[in-house]
């Protein structure tokens, strides 16, 4: 959790009635392991929203954010990364939806799963999803 505040930016999510936190994001540019100089990757190193609000607009809208606030600070993002325990359940649902996307791959590093998609497919399949009105995750 402490490579998005020391190399990268973090996000809080509010519910906008409440005022409350209810999620927060952080990634860094680039990779550890490239001495963050391959700035074209951005690696999400932590994602959160509380289970209440995974299947509600607000999970669509906090992507959106997401994605907004890694091309404010990086116009030149091609390909977006995260790592999630193998065996976490509840975010298949949400990468199954995204396995379609031109460029996702996916592989399995001991109990760790490697997730990597084209920016540009995944901006693009949210803004398709947010005209639809389908909801995601």
Not at 3 to 21: A, C, H, K, R
Not at 56 to 69: D, H, M, Q, V, Y
Not at 77 to 100: A, G
């Amino acid at each position: 959790m402490g490579s998005p505040l020391q190399f990268g930016q973090v996000m809080l999510i509010f519910n906008d009635e409440t005022y409350d936190i209810v999620g927060a994001a952080g990634f860094v540019n680039g990779t550890g392991a490239n001495d963050y100089e391959d700035r074209e990757i951005c690696q999400v190193e932590i994602a959160f929203i509380l289970e209440q609000y995974r299947r509600t607009p607000l999970f669509l809208r906090g992507l959106e954010a997401l994605l907004s606030l890694i091309k404010a600070g990086n116009p030149d993002v091609k390909q977006l990364q995260f790592w999630s325990s193998s065996d976490n359940k509840e975010i298949q649902p949400i990468v199954s939806r995204w396995s379609s996307l031109p460029g996702f791959q996916s592989s399995v590093v001991n109990n760790l799963t490697f997730y990597k998609f084209s920016f540009d497919e995944l901006e693009a399949y949210c803004r398709r999803i947010g005209t639809t009105g389908v909801r995601s995750g």
